[in-house]
């Protein structure tokens, strides 16, 4: 298989505004006689939603909540990055491109990450005119925060709640739109299918939540917006229904999947405190503003934190990375907060922890000052763990945050099926082997907002499309297909209940294929995921019936995906044989056990082809040609 | 440091919108105070899973209070009786060994029950659809720099839009009105510069389809208030009907 990422020619700066031009395009009456289905109501999916129906086209949007309101993009926190400069401090558009380059460790396509970084302004405007509340200076111009990765203040941000925000902003832009009649809104939907018809995305197969029936729907384009896979691990930050299914069954229909191991490992969560733990629970990066990290320097020290004095404390992120201090990115805080533990240092019950301490912020800005940025912050952490954040230092230790990786596309947003379109974290394209903070929201909405509403009506002014009724055979086999899986995991009858399998797994998962990975472990734990998932098969216990609100079924469906899924992203783990970003393989350590990359042999993205149940995946790789950026060894020192 | 405690639920179990509902009563054996009420009831399904009975159906997405997904009256509370809390924040360590706790879903008419715990609020949605938005199609917007506008007044907005849309308000209130919800994207977006254009049609519009809906009337018992997970001001409710006076007396759209 040829992967051509389509990238047009021309110096870099020049790419995005050319290929506006070259592009075809749909004259606006003949918009309306496009069919688009919208998967997911996160930013990417409700903006693209909304973007595409101001621009004409029918659209028909997908979700499944019981309304577009609440994607997990509403759970974002501390900000949006955008190139604006109103800092005065040197940012630029060559700038954010060139700190996600780098941050990325080099394993993203300049192109895409430079049409991010050029379209992140116009987001902030467009998210200002929805009226978002973002922070504001005294003079009533929109105030900055820094975050890690960056040593400008571009990040813009609405309380400790930025994500909501901007998210409701796209979904009241959505409700507008379906108001004036261009999107029809069908919530607690789960898509269960892709259908085909002549190779190309003509509609999906999804189950109705609430009655259970499979229903078939039917258009001239797919747009994917289903977020992350975070969830393999069971305990991450993400939503409860946040599932790898939708873009697993495309994957299953000949969508390849790029990076699949590229998992972020947010360092400032709330640590695990129990087996009966649902969930983690993030705390903002943006904290680390303030924040100072430490420590003691005597391993096993359990004295109360209040009690170790400052020389006795050691302030390893400011000690070891002068120039960003507690700033520095995910992958290196998160990996050297494990460091730590590993040592003996960690703090807290179980030993897996590390202080996050506002001592001296408070002393410095007052508390007030520090109540205003990060009040809900502190306010959420006291509600989870009865201690008083102003008062004693927080304790966190790092946790599955955000996926990397997703459905391969190309430089329009589509995926190696024709009409099949990816946004957001679905999709694998800008963030290379490891996010920034404040990057997320960004992509999420340039996809939505600024990059799919173009490239999408090239795609749809090239072809003619026949009519695909759905009730066409492919519509009808898939949704046989579905019935059949679906009766499948009522039959077993077994003595397990689904979360106990999926809990299993995510220890497998964060053991072997979380933040340090060895061959050894990767190899292990692949034998582990295949065992367990003949066991799911024999033995899982699935109560209630198919024609109702059944929400053990609903998660026996993504569970069941996950324990394939999991092997891909060893699989995937184990072909890097080199370190990059958030993939750390114990064998490629600079000294200083930094991620160490293989360029000559492992500068490309690594690309899975669905060969058949139980065989393994096809390889192929897009090479990853730097023409702007020098590839150098990151250093935040 | 964690505990166990034991506790007896009696939760609302319905199996359809159609059928009778009625209490149940579980007992919830050595759960930890470190839970949270949402862990609490995932532990008891999965011991109703594995004695081969229905678990109980609730919603839940984020689990850290921000989607507005959750929500049930817990001892005639809604979201449970900790102040500024969603069900999924609160935790055990609120509630002592012995207590019984009486789990109910939202009661509205314009919510109906789907199952148990989980009921249709999309009649919040709907009163959105009715106005609650800003025109600005994507695309040729302002510099984002353009207008200024005074901390005070971001401020005061944030606070209003800081709404989860879970329902709480509705259930809490004696007559079922959904004003707090409504006058807080009204003041959201009416005290924004970019709002104003909108704001006389977008205020009579909201409160036509709120009333169209079924939701009741507000009576001033600031139930709404007590209850709201994100402690949204019932000031928001009188900057509503100052909104809406305005617009039937001036505007030309009434």
């Known amino acids: ?637 | 440091m964690s505990k166990t405690i034991n506790l007896t639920l009696k939760v609302w179990r319905q199996e359809g919108p159609e059928k009778k509902g009625r209490l149940e009563t579980y007992p919830a054996k050595e759960i930890s105070t470190d839970m949270s009420f949402l862990e609490m009831i995932d532990v008891i399904n999965d011991r109703l899973t594995l004695d081969g009975k229905e678990p109980i159906a609730f919603d839940h997405d984020c689990r850290e209070g921000i989607c507005g997904m959750c929500g049930a009256v817990v001892n005639g509370h809604a979201h449970g009786p900790e102040k500024g809390t969603t069900l999924c924040q609160l935790h055990m360590r609120h509630f002592s060994d012995g207590d019984t706790i009486v789990v109910e879903p939202w009661r509205a008419r314009a919510f109906k029950v789907i199952k148990d715990l989980v009921v249709d609020r999309s009649a919040f949605d709907e009163i959105i659809r009715a106005g609650g938005y800003i025109s600005a199609n994507t695309g040729g917007a302002p510099d984002g720099n353009a207008i200024p506008i005074p901390k005070e007044v971001a401020d005061t907005a944030m606070d209003a839009a800081a709404c989860i849309g879970c329902g709480a308000c509705v259930a809490a209130c004696p007559n079922a009105s959904a004003m707090l919800f409504v006058g807080a994207k009204v003041s959201h977006l009416g005290l924004l510069p970019q709002g104003r254009p909108e704001a006389a049609r977008r205020v009579q519009s909201m409160v036509d389809r709120m009333d169209e809906l079924g939701f009741g009337n507000c009576t001033n018992e600031a139930e709404c208030e007590a209850a709201c997970p994100k402690e949204i001001s019932i000031t928001n409710i009188a900057r509503l009907n100052r909104e809406f006076l305005k617009a039937k007396l001036f505007s030309p759209h009434s």
Request: hydrophobic residues 35%; neutral net charge; charged residues 25%.
């Open chain 1, 1 to 637: 298989m040829e992967l051509n990422a389509n990238i047009p020619s021309g110096p870099l700066a020049e790419k995005w505004d050319r290929y506006r031009f070259e592009r075809k395009l749909v004259s606006p009456a003949n918009k309306r006689k496009y069919d688009i289905i919208v998967v997911g109501t996160g930013l990417a999916g409700a903006s693209a939603s909304a973007t595409l129906a101001e621009l004409g086209y029918a659209v028909k949007t997908f979700c499944i909540q019981d309304s577009p309101r609440r994607a997990h993009s509403i759970a974002a926190q501390g900000g949006i990055n955008a190139a604006k400069n109103y800092a005065n401090d040197g940012d630029s558009i060559w700038r954010l491109f060139y700190d996600t380059i780098k941050g990325g460790d080099f394993r993203a396509r300049e192109a895409n990450v430079y049409r991010l970084a050029q379209v992140s302004n116009e987001i902030i405007d467009q998210a200002v005119a929805q009226g978002i509340p973002f922070a504001r200076d005294y003079g009533g111009l929109l105030a900055n925060r820094s975050f890690g990765g960056a040593q400008v203040s571009r990040t813009f941000y609405a309380r400790g709640q930025t994500g909501q925000q901007l998210l409701l902003g796209a979904y009241s832009a959505l409700m507008r739109q379906a108001a004036a009649g261009k999107v029809t809104i069908v919530p607690r939907r789960e898509m269960l299918d892709l259908v085909l018809v002549n190779g190309r995305a003509r509609g999906i197969v999804v189950r109705n939540l609430i009655t259970g029936e499979v229903e078939n729907h039917s258009a001239h384009a797919v747009v994917l917006c289903t977020g992350g896979y975070g969830n393999v691990y069971f305990l991450s930050t993400n939503a409860m229904a946040s599932n790898v299914t939708a873009c697993y069954r495309a994957y299953k229909r000949g969508a390849v999947f790029a990076n699949p191991c590229y998992t972020q490992i947010h360092p400032t969560c709330i640590p695990v405190h129990g087996d009966y733990q649902s969930k983690l629970t993030l705390m903002s990066e943006s904290l680390r503003n303030d924040g100072r990290v430490w420590v003691p320097k005597k391993p096993g020290d359990k004295r109360p934190p209040r009690e170790i004095p400052e020389e006795e404390r050691d302030y390893y992120l400011e000690n070891k990375y002068p120039s960003f201090g507690n700033l520095v990115p995910r992958d290196v805080a998160s990996r050297n907060a494990k460091e730590q533990c590993d040592m003996g240092k960690g703090v807290g019950e179980t030993g897996r922890a590390v202080y996050l301490d506002f001592e001296d912020a408070i002393r410095r800005d007052g508390k007030d000052v520090i109540a205003q940025k990060y009040g809900n912050l502190f306010q959420m952490y006291e509600k989870i763990t009865g201690e008083n954040p102003y008062e004693t230092p927080m304790m966190i230790y790092p946790a599955v945050h955000y996926t990397m990786g997703g459905l391969w596309v190309d430089y329009n947003l589509m995926s190696t099926i024709p009409g099949l379109f990816v946004l957001g974290e679905a999709n694998f394209s800008d963030h290379g082997a490891n996010r920034l903070g404040a990057s997320a929201l960004m992509q999420g909405l340039a996809d939505g907002y600024f990059v799919l509403p173009y490239t999408i009506g090239g795609y749809l002014a090239a072809e003619s499309f026949p009519d695909v009724p759905v009730d066409h055979p492919a519509f009808k086999e898939a949704a046989r297909d579905v019935q059949a899986r679906v009766e499948r995991f009522l039959a077993v009858g077994g003595k397990r209940t689904v979360d106990d399998f999926h809990r299993e797994l995510g220890h497998i998962m964060w053991e072997h294929c979380g933040m340090a990975r060895t061959n050894e472990g990767l190899n292990k734990a692949k034998g582990m995921i295949q065992a367990l998932r003949g066991e799911f098969w024999e033995n899982v216990k699935v109560p209630g019936s198919e024609r109702d609100f059944n929400q053990s079924l609903e998660r026996a469906g993504r569970v069941a995906d996950f324990l394939e899924f999991g092997e891909l992203m060893i699989t995937d783990a184990l072909a890097r044989q080199e370190s990059c970003g958030c993939h750390l393989n114990e064998a490629y350590q600079t000294e200083e056990n930094e991620a160490k990359r293989d360029d000559e042999n492992f500068c490309h993205v690594a690309c899975w082809e669905y060969a058949g149940d139980d065989k393994e995946p096809v390889f192929h790789k897009e090479p990853l040609v730097f023409e702007n950026v020098e590839l150098t060894q990151r250093s935040y020192k």
